[in-house]
């Protein structure tokens, strides 16, 4: 319940740097593509770098055991696996967005 009331209370931050507003309410498929394409690039570089960086510092900490790392690394890819596999679902080349998890 605690989480609930910081959630409520917690002044939100903008979503967006730039005025999405015409490309939701544009009814032009080119423009709609173009905006999902620049939002699923953005999104997936920013899971790439989350993922080298939190592996980076999981490798570099010599108090973890190892075997938890692996069981630490595995349940990290699994999940952002199906997150991808989610987030495909919504577009036509998500084959090329697959390799980023694939290639650790």
Known sequence: MGNRTSRNTVSRKK???CDTSSIYSSNKNSDRQGFYKHHM???YNMIDNV??????I???NANIQQSAMNIHQDSLKIA??????AMSLNILNHQRYQKIIYNF
């Open 15 to 17: 979503r967006h740097s």
């Open 41 to 43: 690039d953005t999104h």
């Open 51 to 56: 993922l080298n960086d939190h592996f980076i």
């Open 58 to 60: 999981l490798h570099s």
């Open 80 to 85: 952002m696996r199906d997150h991808i596999h």
